[in-house]
């Protein structure tokens, strides 16, 4: 066996080529002979002379073939049929190779295989006539018999890439084998004329204005003969072929990518699915499909973060930061799905954001509320007309990475109708044993979202659904205490409102006096997002006064803030000095803070009757009957006052509701009191 390594030409079955027989001698054990075997191997890259050949340097596919004849100094090699080596061991000028056959799939008509040939060597010819060496080549070419010997011929002398000459080798399907030569060939002779027409510009014209020329009229080759079907989609169709061949994407997205490319290629920018299938692509090539590698985290940094940007909330973040230190030690992207429960203004939004600096990841935030279409959070089929992405890799789309930190606020806000529920939509995404393979509607391909650290947020866990709740971990934010809000006005929230309001620093004073005001008389509220717009309100006050007055510093005490705010202080009750028979203070629990709630029984003429208003629900109309009977068996002697006499029960600020479990004691003492 005869091992010819080759790197200029291509080698491709039935084809006829003389060698010199010196370099078959060279390359061979023995003196050549007619019947020998010889093995075509195609490189990678060009070799220098004396240069060593190693395994890795050889394509897996090679052609063989049979020495026909010697004439003189020369012999005729003609190739048989193509091999795959599944093993090269090359030691010197000796190989060692497994091969076994790789058969060619004949689904290409005679007739068509004739006519395709005879146009291509026709313009072959036509090409070639005014060269110098197609004088004494023209005979050779009429004897050529099929498209197999033009594209080794023209492999030689053309500019036709390595990768080119490989995939042509590749393949298996003749018709697909000729479809590929072909756009290579004619592409090839293409160039082949742009260089030429090139080449006698430059002796017409200054050598700068030659080589724009040249570099023009081969962009505008490469542009127009892209997509021989649609020129005119020239430019979408390289662009998104060039997207799909950079991205990461797995194979069956890139699958489906390349099926919608070769639609478009045919549709055409007049076609009805143009646009949709542009934007299909447009979504897919924009995604982040490789996986981030994971930034080293500091815990100490991590807390100082979270300190940096919220105050208080010592136990919220103490379980943020074993979150972190839990990630750390698994080497893992994504832990426990954190779920934040609170009042509105208590932070959960905003620690999420914190989360992501402290992670030195991207940050997104979806917001759920009020969403009642199962295709906002997976998205619609492409069949719909104006289908979209859902919500989530929508977020993913616009992070660009595929690891962000993803809030998902107001989860409590999902409604279900007749379109879905997309809280059982969200059980894929938040479930880790099945979110590695997340599917979207319009995208059809599974993508990955194990590596996303998903944040939910909620005002109550009442209407959040048991499947959902149980994936993932509740971290309440119980709201902030007077001082806390006080620490947070001076340090975040009335510098952000004196920027907002254009008030340089040191323009506007607040006294101690006023902002605890501020918070105590003016909001009412477990949050500071009620702080935060009296603040506002005050600094756009100021800021009117600085333009109208001229004044330089403003300071605000106590007794101004009326005048400012424009509104009265909240009233709160107080415990009355006077006890009087029948009226009880107790105890309310407000997602405000606590309050005092007064209890007012009394007896009228009548015939026992029990009147109870002030909006109370059913747990406190319960909790009333079990102190009049309680109070009854205390109490025999007075037993008649019940029966003689209307009862009547009021707890004041009737426009609240009021319910819960702890009114019964205050209602015993109520009634024992008269």
């Known amino acids: 066996m005869i091992y010819i390594p080759y790197y200029h030409a291509l080698a491709l079955p039935d084809v006829s080529c003389y060698f010199q027989l010196d370099y078959l001698n060279g390359m061979a054990d023995q003196p050549v002979s007619v019947g020998d075997k010889v093995l075509f191997l195609m490189l990678k890259d060009e070799k220098n002379e004396g240069e060593e050949i190693t395994g890795e340097d050889i394509f897996s596919i090679a052609v063989r073939g049979v020495v026909e004849s010697i004439d003189n100094d020369w012999a005729l090699v003609h190739t048989t049929n193509r091999v795959n080596l599944d093993s090269i061991q090359v030691e010197g000028k000796s190989f060692r190779l497994e091969m076994r056959m790789r058969p060619d799939i004949d689904d290409l008509e005679p007739d068509e295989r004739k006519a395709r040939f005879q146009r291509m060597r026709a313009a ?193 973040k103490e379980r943020i930061i074993q979150q972190i230190a839990v990630m750390a030690l698994n080497q893992k992207q994504s832990g426990s799905i954190l779920l934040f429960v609170g009042a509105p203004g208590t932070g959960k ?37 104006g289908a979209m992405p859902g919500r989530i890799m929508d977020g993913i789309k616009r992070s660009g990475v595929s690891n962000p930190v ?76 007077a001082v806390e809000k006080y620490e947070i006005a001076r340090r975040h929230l009335l510098p952000r409102a004196m920027e907002k309001a254009g008030i340089q620093e040191g323009c506007l004073k607040i006294s101690d006096g006023a902002l605890g005001a501020l918070i105590s008389d003016y909001t009412m509220e477990a949050g500071v997002r009620g702080l935060k717009n009296r603040l506002d309100t005050l600094c756009r006050a100021a800021a009117v006064k600085i333009v109208s007055d001229g004044s330089q510093t403003i300071e605000v005490e106590e007794k101004d803030l009326r005048g400012y705010l424009e509104t009265a202080p909240i009233r709160h009750d107080h415990i009355l000095e006077a006890k009087n028979p029948g009226i009880v203070t107790g105890l309310a629990w407000t997602q405000a803070g606590g309050e005092i709630l007064f209890i007012e029984t009394l007896f009228t003429r009548g015939e026992g009757k029990v009147i109870v208003t002030g909006q109370l629900g059913d747990v406190m109309k319960e909790s009333v009957q079990i102190a009049i009977s309680l109070v009854k068996s205390m109490f025999p002697e007075k037993a008649e006052l019940f029966e003689n006499q209307d009862l009547h029960i009021h707890v004041p600020a009737g426009a609240v509701p009021k319910d819960g479990p702890s009114a019964g004691i205050t209602l015993t003492a109520a009634l024992a009191s008269l």
């Open 406 to 481: 993803m809030v998902l606020d107001e989860v409590d806000k999902l409604t279900g109708g007749y379109n879905g529920d997309p809280s059982s939509a969200l059980l894929e995404v938040l479930d880790p044993e099945q979110n590695s393979t997340f599917t979207d509607h319009y995208m059809n391909v599974p993508y990955d979202l194990s590596d996303v650290l998903f944040v939910c947020t909620a005002n109550t866990t009442d209407t959040i659904p048991e499947p959902l709740l149980n994936r993932m971990e509740v971290i309440s934010f119980p709201g902030y205490s």
């Open 124 to 316: 072959m010819l036509e090409t070639f006539q005014e060269t110098q060496w197609m004088q004494g080549g023209r005979s050779h070419m009429l004897r050529w018999k099929n498209m197999n010997e033009i594209v080794s011929f023209t492999s030689a002398v053309l500019h036709i890439s390595n990768e080119e000459k490989f995939a042509i080798l590749r393949e298996d399907s003749v018709a697909r084998r000729t479809e590929r030569m072909e756009t290579v060939f004619y592409g090839a002779l293409e160039l082949y004329k742009v260089e030429n027409e090139a080449q006698s510009a430059q002796q017409q014209s200054h050598e700068k204005l030659y080589r724009e020329q040249a570099i023009r009229r081969q962009i505008e080759f490469l542009q127009k003969e892209l997509d021989e079907l649609h020129p005119e989609n020239v430019t979408d169709v390289r662009k998104f072929e060039q997207k799909i061949q950079e991205s990461d994407m797995n194979e069956t997205a890139r699958a489906e990518a390349e099926k919608v490319l070769n639609r478009i290629r045919q549709e055409g920018q007049d076609g009805h699915e143009y646009g949709m299938l542009y934007d299909y692509l447009d979504f897919v090539t924009s995604l982040s499909w490789k996986k981030e590698e994971a930034v080293p985290i500091d815990l100490t940094e991590a807390r100082r973060i979270l300190d940096e940007d919220h105050f208080g909330l010592k136990k919220t």
């Open 349 to 385: 939004t905003s620690i999420g954001q914190s989360i992501a600096r402290a992670l030195k990841r991207k940050y997104v935030r979806i917001s759920l509320g009020g969403v009642r279409d199962e295709a906002e959070i997976r998205g619609h089929r492409r069949t719909y007309i």
